[in-house]
């Protein structure tokens, strides 16, 4: 029989190897699915692990998807490691896309190049608003946070399809539940002709730069993480845990909000009720993967997007349903999760 | 009259899969143990139960599988957290975002299947009673079957033995655990029997309530029932009601429709996830309301021997 032992001290290397693993285990099951449907698993793992990255097309391509996971993980690992359970990040995107959407409306002919600023600007008020009704009714009534998040997840997206397909609706749409297309001068910058992918990358590099600092750099980055180890140390250094709570979720939702604004104004163009696409929820696999880290989450949100564009192609060449992603995503962090056991503990043969 | 009738029975049907999947999170709570992964657990039972149903036309194999299912994957939850301490949040997480994703992929050729003819049901000679027959006596038995868990699972935490030793090992492992009652394996059946009913509960909303299999059509349902085991204070009878509240604001968006109230429609969709949220200010605001009755040791980790 085997049987777990406390490690004296956690693993530094298990904690790297974690997701390695983990993504091992996954990356047999897949096969295992594979072989269970009749496709070949070489051809499938092609799809996810191969064709995503031969190109600079694909690359482009996952620059487009990392974006927002990258900007909404950096917020939620912030959030975690002061053990504040913002799950509602999908919630927030879309209401940082409505802000930023409703920006790009206003645009007209005599708008200058300055309104895509003004659009991030909105998206990141308007999901730090969305994140606002959380964190007060976590600060003033004690209501649990990780409920509240993930029910206005819910009133988000009927408030977007409110929108699109009442008040904001294109009279000239043929009907159809969306506004109207974005002027071009609202367009976030591409970085290079040709390729859809935009300035949003290096708006979510800088803020892994920044999620770094304020984590390792700053005395509330300090505080933040103290309050989330021990609470009781934090109380007792007189860190405010009202304060982190805050802080958490406004820099959480900031950034939800911020990544549905180049949403909007980047690759969508318009708004329709498919801007949830599931981001919010997915870097919260990310942000796990990640280990909590700025610089691991640009590699696990890199990961995350081909598993998003494999799971495109496996639809489109394989005839395999496209929700195979969301299978492989949550096996991902299952798995992950499993394997995180080996950080604390070892695994010893019991002496019968 | 009629419509009043009618609405009343539409409540305790919409409440009936909330009071099912609520009280099972309950018996898993009781234990010491939250799970986060409700929803996803729902979704995969939804699509296990219909699947079932269309294949085999029982409804009952469907409820079957559907208990199956959630029975399965709350295993897998509880050898993750019970075994393997893990973060009780994130492995509930990870089953609920698992279980959005694995229903959707498994479920894709069952979006156009039909259930056969939906059979009606009627309690004799009460059935036929004016207004109280079309408001209470029409229901599917598991109407019934939920007051009927909710009466047993009150007798059973409070007058029961077994129900004694559930609790114990919520309060405190450590004391059940030095009692020589095997916590770990007492949790496991706590949690598995919340996946099961949360299971129940999922194959009823594609079986019975909707009927059909759309994907995500939980929508929310498996945290709602998770808010209203804090809503009931973790008391079995509150559970049931607070189960036929939140049925009967379901049922008050359609109404208001029916009625052509010049409401959008989203906002009327709204108002159970606005419920949810204002109940849980309600009840939250009141720490010590809340710690009555709540499992001293819910959501920590048991390591026996640390």
């Not at chain 2, 894709?108 to 039909?114: L, R």
């Amino acid at each position: 029989m085997l049987r777990l032992e406390i490690r004296p001290q956690p693993s530094k290397l298990m904690s790297l190897a974690s997701p390695l693993l983990a993504l091992a285990i996954t990356t047999l099951l897949g096969i295992a699915l594979f072989l269970l449907l009749g496709k070949d698993p070489l051809r499938g793992l092609q799809m996810f692990f191969w064709e995503p990255i031969k190109s600079a097309y694909g690359w482009s391509e996952l620059g487009i998807k990392a974006t927002p996971l990258v900007l909404i993980a950096l917020g939620l690992a912030v959030c975690f490691r002061s053990n504040v359970w913002n799950i509602g990040a999908e919630g927030q995107f879309v209401v940082g896309a409505l802000a930023g959407g409703w920006v790009a409306m206003q645009a007209d002919a005599s708008s200058g190049r300055s309104i895509v600023l003004w659009i991030l600007l909105a998206g990141v008020a308007g999901g730090m608003a969305w994140a606002a009704i959380t964190a007060w009714l976590r600060d003033r009534f004690n209501a649990s946070e990780i409920l509240v998040s993930l029910m206005l997840v819910y009133v988000a997206d009927l408030l977007l399809g409110y929108l699109v397909y009442g008040p904001w609706k294109d009279p000239n749409g043929y009907n159809f539940p969306q506004s109207i297309s974005f002027l071009a001068i609202t367009k976030i910058p591409k970085l290079f002709d040709g390729w859809r992918v935009n300035i949003g990358v290096l708006i979510a590099l800088g803020s892994v730069l920044a999620c770094w600092a304020l984590l390792f750099r700053t005395y509330a980055g300090f505080a933040l993480q103290v309050g989330g180890l021990a609470p009781a140390a934090a109380r007792y250094a007189g860190f405010s845990s009202r304060r982190s709570l805050w802080l958490a979720l406004l820099l959480s939702g900031g950034m939800a909000g911020l990544a549905g604004a180049l949403e909007a104004a980047g690759p969508l163009g318009q708004l329709t009720p498919y801007v949830p696409a599931g981001y919010g929820f997915a870097a919260i696999i990310v942000a796990f993967v990640g280990r909590l880290h700025p610089v691991g989450i640009i590699f696990s949100a890199i990961l995350m997007s081909m598993f998003y564009i494999g799971g495109e192609l496996a639809q489109s060449r394989l005839g395999l349903p496209k929700s195979i992603t969301g299978v492989f995503q949550g096996l991902l962090l299952f798995t992950l999760l499993a394997c995180d056991t080996l950080i604390h503990y070892r695994i010893r043969r019991a002496r019968s | 009259m009629e419509s009043i009738a009618l609405l009343i029975a539409a409540t305790l049907n919409a409440g009936t899969l909330l009071a099912i999947a609520a009280l099972g999170l309950l018996i898993n709570e009781r234990s010491g143990i939250v799970n986060l992964g409700a929803e996803g657990m729902m979704l995969v039972a939804a699509i296990a139960g219909f699947a079932t149903a269309v294949h085999t036309g029982s409804d009952w194999l469907g409820f079957a599988a559907g208990m199956g299912a959630g029975a399965l994957l709350a295993a897998a939850f509880g050898v993750l957290v019970i075994w393997l301490n893990t973060n009780q949040y994130a492995a509930g997480l990870a089953l609920s975002l698992f279980g959005g994703g694995f229903s959707a992929f498994v479920g894709i050729s069952y979006t156009q299947a039909k259930l056969g003819p939906r059979p009606n049901f009627a309690v004799p000679g009460l059935a036929d009673i004016p207004f109280i027959g079309p408001a209470l006596f029409r229901q599917h038995p598991l109407v019934y079957g939920a007051i009927a868990l909710a009466l047993w699972l009150g007798w059973f935490l409070y007058r029961s033995r077994a129900g004694l030793v559930l609790r114990a090992v919520g309060e405190s492992p450590e004391s059940a655990h030095a009692l020589g009652y095997p916590v770990r394996r007492i949790r496991l059946a706590a949690v598995m029997t919340g996946g099961a009913l949360c299971g129940l509960a999922g194959a009823y909303v594609s079986v019975v309530y909707t009927p059909l299999w759309v994907e995500g059509m939980i929508a929310g349902k498996g945290w709602i029932a998770l808010a209203l085991t804090t809503f009931a204070t973790w008391r079995p009878a509150r559970v049931l009601l607070g189960a036929y509240l939140f049925g009967g604001v379901t049922m008050l968006q359609f109404h208001l429709q029916g009625q052509g109230v010049e409401i959008a429609s989203q906002f009327l969709s709204m108002l159970p996830y606005l419920a949810t949220i204002a109940v849980l200010v309600l009840i939250s605001s009141n720490a010590n309301f809340i710690r009555a009755n709540m499992p001293a040791s819910l959501g920590k980790p048991f390591f026996p021997g640390a």
